[in-house]
C-alpha cells in the first residue's frame, strides 16, 4: 500500500526524475522523506556511499513541490558540514538535481575560502540553499541584522555529525542551532552520519528540543553509484597522504 507521500505530485516527480538517472530511492531516503512531510526532525543513519544526502535535501524538494505556498523567497535549506573538500561537489550535485528537476533555486558555499564578494553578495540576498561550516555559520549570525537571513528558514541539515559529536566544532553547532530555533520555532532539524554508538544520545545532543524527533537507519546493502564519486575522493586523499583532519575549513 502506497502511503499518503507516495500518492502527491512531489514524490511523483522526484520518482520519475530519479528513473531518468537509472536510479531508484533506497528505503531510508523514502522514510526519510515521508517523515519530514509529517514534520518530523531526526536524523539519517548510514554507511558513508549510501546517498544520506539525498534523504534529507530531497525531502526539502519534495515538501516544496507538494507546498509551494508554504516556502518563501530566501534561505529554504542551510547545510552545515565540517568538511571543506565535500561543499562544492554536494553543491554541485544538488545545483544538478535542482536544474534537471525544473526548479530555480540557488545553490551557495560559504565557508573560509569564499571570496569576499561572494560573501557580500549572498548576505544581501541569501541563496535558497546555503552550504556552510559551523565557523563561518558563527560569523554570519554576529552579523548585524542577521535574523532577517533566517526568516523563511525551513529546515537545518548538520552533515557529517558523528564527526562533530563530542568536538568544539559540534558545540559550535550545537549553538548555532539553538540561536536559528529562537528565531524560527518550527524548523526542521535533521542530522545526518555514519554509524555511531549511542544514536539516542547523538539525536538529543542536536536536537534536545520538545519536537517530533526520529531516527532513519538504513538497512540496504548497496551503495549509491550517485555518491561513489565522493567516496572515490576521500580515499585518493587518502592515499595521497590528506588527512580527514586537512578537509577540515573555517
Not at 107 to 124: C, I, K, L, M, S
Not at 133 to 153: R, V, Y
Not at 196 to 210: H, K
Request: hydrophobic fraction near 40%; charge should be positive; proline fraction near 3%.
Amino acid at each position: 500500500m502506497k502511503s499518503n507521500l507516495q500518492n502527491t505530485n512531489g514524490y511523483e516527480i522526484i520518482q520519475n526524475w530519479m528513473k531518468g538517472k537509472g536510479m531508484s530511492p533506497f528505503t531510508f531516503q523514502q522514510e526519510t522523506w515521508e517523515k519530514f512531510s509529517r514534520d518530523y526532525s531526526g536524523m539519517v543513519i548510514a554507511p558513508t556511499g549510501f546517498g544520506k544526502t539525498y534523504s534529507v535535501f530531497l525531502a526539502v524538494i519534495t515538501d516544496f513541490l507538494n507546498q509551494p505556498e508554504k516556502y518563501h523567497d530566501g534561505l529554504k535549506l542551510l547545510w552545515i558540514t565540517p568538511l571543506r573538500a565535500l561543499a562544492k561537489d554536494i553543491g554541485k550535485a544538488m545545483s544538478e538535481a535542482i536544474d534537471e528537476i525544473g526548479l530555480d533555486w540557488e545553490v551557495a558555499v560559504r565557508n573560509g575560502d569564499t571570496p569576499r564578494e561572494e560573501r557580500a553578495r549572498q548576505t544581501r540576498k541569501m541563496p535558497d540553499i546555503l552550504i556552510i561550516t559551523p565557523e563561518s555559520l558563527h560569523l554570519l549570525l554576529a552579523q548585524k541584522q542577521h535574523q532577517k537571513f533566517f526568516k523563511n528558514l525551513k529546515c537545518i541539515a548538520v552533515d557529517e555529525w558523528h564527526e562533530l559529536l563530542g568536538t568544539k566544532r559540534g558545540v559550535l553547532t550545537e549553538l548555532a542551532v539553538s540561536r536559528l530555533v529562537s528565531y524560527q520555532a518550527k524548523v526542521k532539524i535533521w542530522g545526518i552520519t555514519a554509524t555511531i554508538g549511542n544514536l539516542d544520545e547523538a539525536l538529543d545532543v542536536l536536537i534536545p528540543y520538545s519536537t517530533r524527533k526520529t531516527k532513519v537507519v538504513a538497512k540496504e546493502k548497496n551503495k549509491s553509484t550517485f555518491f561513489r564519486f565522493f567516496l572515490m575522493k576521500w580515499k585518493f586523499c587518502r592515499g595521497q597522504g590528506i588527512s580527514g583532519r586537512n578537509w577540515l575549513i573555517k
